[in-house]
């Protein structure tokens, strides 16, 4: 049986500053963290998105993070009533799996945190899936984290990609891959 412990506190530069060990990461501070660095540094972020109709890459000078990483809090699963919820597995020292249990009911089915040196994240990748009598749908959200700008450490590359099936309708693949330049 897991014990709980306090959530990783997650800096602006994506250190964790608790255990590593510990159940949970503030996925909410972290995005909020990263608008504010994000915000301040304006950089370029080239995207590629690609639809069952087809595809395109764009660069862009000015971005709204706050609309742009919104979708990224859906991750957190720290939330009070998600307690109990999740299973925690090591896949060796630098990777945690949180995983939903099967006798659970939520929309992230996973999250999963690689850290790097100095215990910073390196990557954190959620698995979220939603469904009901007229949809199904399913996205894999991914952050990756390493990126110095100004001497701190930032998203440099973010991606959701998934698919969404309507009622009477042939599933439709997306994606949104961006890179911070």
Known sequence: MLIFALPMLV???????????????????????????????????????????????????????????AAFRVADISKPGLQGAYTIEAAGPAIRIFRLKENQQAEVRSVKVELGENNRIQSLEAIVEDKNYLYYTKRTFRLTFGKELNGQYVISAYEIAGSQKLIWNPEQPFSLRAKVL
């Not at 964790?16 to 608008?35: A, H, K, M, Y």
């Not at 301040?40 to 660069?59: A, C, F, I, Y």
Request: hydrophobic share 30%.
């Open 11 to 69: 800096s602006a530069c994506g250190e964790v500053t608790g255990n590593p060990d510990s159940r949970f990461v503030p996925v909410e501070s972290l995005i909020d963290e990263q608008i504010k660095l994000l915000s301040s540094l304006n950089p370029r972020v080239e995207k590629r998105v690609r639809t069952d109709k087809g595809e395109g890459t764009q660069v862009f000078t000015h971005i709204n993070w706050q609309k742009e990483l």
